[in-house]
């Protein structure tokens, strides 16, 4: 995977809430903060107008970021951010390095294909049922998928796709059926139109 994202960043040194709020106010820059690898955490700054383009692009949560630290060059991968609730902000993000040698667990997203051709929408006139929209995986950073597709065409009515029936590229796991987790949850389903033969027993017996 190329890396297709590159920020800019600086080490800051004035901590804490107040500093933050300062930053934000007076510099339009957002704190942020780079862990792992057995490296000690360092804490930075971005100016918002970057962040805020780079997350604009979905991709941007699914692949290695490079991050100019004051001229040294580290790489690693978006873990959580911090929106503001009502404005279009981003009040802190926190990245995780990664190296070529050790797996990463990301959320990559989901892209549903073929939903106009669903045998269960097309002939059986049924609603898809989107039960998630990302999926977190398990890979080497080489190995880092931009996204991962769900073909809906053969999806008929009252019937599901999990986990386990998603074709995963070479070298990616899913962490929800891996390390003990065993948790094969339905990812999308066609649900029966309104009316339809059984659904009125259905909804009597709940």
């Given at each position: ?118 045998k269960g929408v097309k ?59 065993d948790a ?23």
């Amino acid at each position: 995977m190329s890396n297709e994202f590159e920020l800019n960043v600086t080490v800051r040194t004035d901590l804490g809430k107040g500093a933050s709020r300062r930053l934000r106010r007076l510099a339009d820059l957002v704190p942020a903060i780079i862990y792992g690898e057995g490296k000690a955490p360092v804490n930075i700054t971005i100016p918002h107008k970057d962040i805020l383009k780079a997350v604009s692009n979905e991709a941007f949560f699914s692949h290695i970021v490079t991050l100019n630290v004051d001229g040294k060059k580290e790489q690693g991968v978006i873990k959580a951010l911090q929106r503001h609730p009502a404005k279009p902000r981003i009040l802190h993000a926190d990245f995780q390095r990664v190296s070529a040698d050790n797996a990463i667990s990301v959320a990559v997203p989901l892209h549903f294909i073929n939903e106009d051709k669903c045998k269960g929408v097309k002939i059986g006139g049924g609603s898809i049922i989107k039960a998630l929209n990302e999926l977190q995986i398990s890979c080497l950073p080489k190995d880092l998928p931009e996204f991962i597709e769900v073909d809906m065409t053969d999806l008929g009515v009252g019937e599901a796709i999990h986990i386990s029936q998603i074709k995963l590229p070479k070298g990616v796991s899913s962490v929800d059926l891996t390390h003990g987790h065993d948790a094969d949850n339905a990812v999308v389903s066609v649900l029966a139109p309104r009316g339809a033969p059984g659904e009125g027993e259905g909804e009597a017996k709940a």
